[in-house]
């Protein structure tokens, strides 16, 4: 019985994975917009249940009908949430429906912005891992890498040149490049224990994760820890090497220039996936490895491929990181590489899902600020929210990849069996033997 159709998975396991496989785009951008609803839903249960457990001197929200009063109101809190992300765009409890005052380069904006940039490089790293069929959990690790080889690059070469604009562009281009190599190599390390000796990619990309955030530290901690700093950073870079904050205000540690960087980097890296022969080969392989194999496709050598290119992907983040946010490396390094695997899932794997899924990421995250700030709600509840919204979202994509994973086929919108490979096969134009040679081995495994 072959994975393709899913024949050794249990009765109930395939009754609960199929409905979410081979679902078409509009379908699935539904179901995710039907979760984000049903979580609020949830998570508005949870804020009355934990505001009426919660002691106050004064009801926040009293029940109609009922008469029952909550500590936290509930509709504030989603208002804070999704309306303080963007700066309060719309005028609740006011006359007009939108703020007159309102305007897109404000801080709160900024924030999310900025979130949303450092996930866009963490996201597009653990997709292109999917899509070779590579779990990649070391995204951290590679981001640890990456800020650490940019920030000392960046100070070691600043002295070299004189300040000014024209250094600042090779001092970013230079860093950048510095933070992709260092994470590329730390990516390779996984790539080529998995190629060569079958090690697991999930196990040792969780371990290098620890190796990397120890090392960094004591290598700052050291040697290149900046003199009379109460923490353990590097010295900051100058700031005419780092990404201009312009329009939007400098304290939201965003740059415009950044979310450029990233959206090209979208575009890029859908261009290689979908349309060159390295992309072929990295796809094919994540849908069946054997199959690629038999068809010409050097297995090994593209698994360290991909995991060198996920690698050099966190690594810009890192680097996106320490020449927009911190201006410096900082043992405190945010989890940026981790949300970057929740982003992924979210998008599909798709690179061109990033985007979106990166933005509803940082609103949530931006959002969350602002309860902080503006409400009585607890940070953990605020927590609390997050998560059931990005479970919800999350927890359908997942499905449908365990799902294709497993071989399951629905035989629903586009899931005319086989219809990725054969899509694959269309797209691979110069490798067009290779892809019949693939096509014919899942065929005639389905058929086993």
Known sequence: MSRRDGGRLPGPVRRVLEPFVDRTVAERVLISLAAILLSIAVGFVIVL????IAECSAAAWTMPVTGLGFCYDPFQVYAVLFNGALGYPLAIGEPGVF?????????SFGLTLSETTLLIFTGLSVAVAFRAGLF???????LVVGALATALTVLALAPLLPAGPVSGVVLVAVGTFAGAVGGGLWGAIPGALKAYADANEVITTIMLNFVAANVAYVLVLEVFRAEGSSVVATRYVPEHAQFSSWLFPGSSDFALLALAVGVGFIGALYYLVEHTSFGYDLRTSGVQAAAAEYGGVNAKLTTVRAMTLSGALGGV????WVLMSEGRWIASVPDLGFDGITVSILAGNNPLGVLPAAFLFGILKGGALEIGFRTDVPTELVGVLRGLIILFVAMPEFFRMAGRYAGLRSGGPGGSGGSEANADDADGGDDGATGAAVAATEGGEADA
């Open 49 to 52: 249940v934990s505001g009426r």
């Open 136 to 142: 990649n959990i070391g995204t951290q690790g590679q």
């Open 317 to 320: 983040g890192g680097a996106v």
């Open 99 to 107: 703020n007159p005052g309102w305007t897109p380069f404000n801080l």
